[in-house]
């Protein structure tokens, strides 16, 4: 059986994204008959991973493979990339071109490691390659160290030298694909984070907790907003608003001072604020999600730019109302966003999504609803081509498909926001495979712009919408 390995070098934490990212890379391998191993890190406290086998290969500290943190940047490169490729020699061992690897969080020296590793390879037995990016190129600590993305588009290069078409780029968002090409890296196929962890079922529609629950949830950091929660909650509860909160995840990245400030905030507020920083499992963190009622993002707008955030994702996809910065949440239903990244400015969002909680919930339930299948329709077309049959090429199915005459599907649309779901989605289920889809609203009253938009482009790319101002 040809063999999957899923390389996802920081992954440890249990509640964090990268457990949800391979464990969604391993399921989708799994799916379309591929023996499936996830490659770890040592400190990765499981010998497995949502029932796929995980080595624990790569040492040092979380996103490191090397020591020698005092040395110039380029010594540390070339050291790390080393310590990565040599990591790879004995689970790789007896890899074959039917085999796939999946590097999940590419950085510079996690890319120049696969090369250097594949550089030793005969051309005839290198596996395909899927390279997908979480972030951008400009958010690579190499890169934003030594104030330049040179030598991670010098990375991509080097992978399409060695592996040829047998190489696959792929982009969390489309802001990060326009990114890469702009900066001349090449075309990248679009994969959201959200269509890769497990599936999430929207929540069913209730009522809002009289004192509602809301969460701060994930990896907790200074660039997540570890400074502002304390200056936050103390903002909240000075307004006299009724809320509880959870802050959940893990807090091993963030200050001392702000970890001790929210420390201090649940042994004063008691049941009104409880901090739960121990990794947990993935399940123990959706029931987190699923016990919130408002999901507040405290993120820096200018290192989200591009990245997006899984969180906001998930909470789409549950029908959870977020406070998150414009770049997440402009637009969104459900959302109420802020531009400054202040304590002062998050907390008036904060403040005024508590004021508006069963008008928001209702847009975001409504939102979620009209994801989740089109997400998973989404995610097996394009999994399905990047993990093929043993001794297929999908490079050359791909091409047939460009080669065929593209047929547009045009849906004019007045009023009929009940049916349109269904008709969208019997447009996506025909056979012939290179097409696209208008749908063109001539004002309908029953359907805002805002939500045309979500629920067209939850249906992929290959749809669009246009709207009339006036019928």
């Known amino acids: ?69 005092d040395l110039p940047l380029a010594t540390q490169l070339r050291l790390r990339q080393t310590a990565f490729r040599d990591s790879l020699t004995k689970p790789l061992c007896g890899i074959s071109s039917d085999d796939m690897l999946v590097l999940t969080f590419p950085t510079a020296y996690t890319m120049n490691g696969v090369a250097a590793w594949a550089a030793g390879l005969p051309e005839g037995r290198r596996p395909r390659l899927i390279v997908w990016l979480l972030c951008g190129p400009a958010n690579d600590d190499f890169a934003a160290a030594m104030n330049s993305t040179d030598i991670v588009i010098a990375a991509y290069d080097r992978l399409r030298q060695l592996f040829g078409d047998r190489v696959t780029f792929l982009a969390s968002t489309q802001v990060i694909a326009a990114e890469c090409r702009r900066l001349g890296a090449g075309d990248f196929s679009v994969l959201p984070f959200i269509a890769l962890r497990a599936p999430l079922s929207p929540l069913p529609a209730a009522a809002t907790a009289k004192t509602p629950l809301l969460g701060v949830v994930g990896d907790i950091q200074p660039y997540k907003g570890s400074g502002h929660i304390a200056a936050i909650v103390g903002a909240i509860e000075r307004q006299g608003l009724a809320v509880r909160w959870l802050v959940a995840g893990s807090a091993q990245h963030a200050p001392p001072t702000d970890r001790a400030a929210m420390e201090k905030l649940a042994r004063r507020e008691g049941g009104r604020f409880r901090l739960e920083l121990q990794p947990s499992g993935l399940d123990d963190y959706d029931g987190t999600l699923r016990a919130l009622d408002l999901v507040v993002l405290p993120y820096s707008p200018e290192y989200y730019a591009t990245r997006g955030s899984g969180v906001a994702e998930e909470a789409a996809l549950l029908g959870l109302p977020i406070v998150a910065p414009a770049v997440i949440a402009r637009d969104r239903p459900g959302a109420v966003a802020f531009e400054e990244w202040t304590s002062e400015a998050i907390s008036a969002a904060v403040a005024e999504a508590i004021r508006r909680l069963p008008e928001l919930t209702e847009a975001a339930r409504d939102a979620a609803r009209l994801q989740a299948a089109t997400l998973r329709r989404e995610r097996m077309a394009l999994l399905v081509r990047l993990f093929p049959s043993p001794g297929s090429e999908p490079v050359a199915a791909a091409a047939q498909v460009d080669q065929l005459p593209q047929v547009d599907v045009v849906v004019t649309l007045h009023n009929y926001r009940r049916f349109l779901r269904q008709c969208l989605e019997s447009v996506a289920r025909q056979s012939y495979p290179n097409w696209r889809c208008i749908v063109v609203d001539d004002a309908s009253t029953d359907l805002s712009f805002a939500e045309g938009r979500v629920l067209i482009e939850s249906l992929g790319p290959r749809f669009t919408y246009e709207r009339h101002a006036t019928a």
């Open 1 to 69: 059986m040809s063999r999957a390995f899923i390389i996802d070098p920081p992954l440890r934490n249990f509640a964090g994204h990268h457990r949800a990212l391979a464990s969604g890379w391993a399921a989708a391998a799994h799916e379309n008959g591929y023996d499936v191993q996830i490659l770890a890190h040592e400190d990765w406290p499981s010998d497995s991973l949502d029932g796929f086998d995980a080595k624990r290969v790569f040492n040092g500290g979380y996103y490191s493979v090397a020591t020698g943190r």
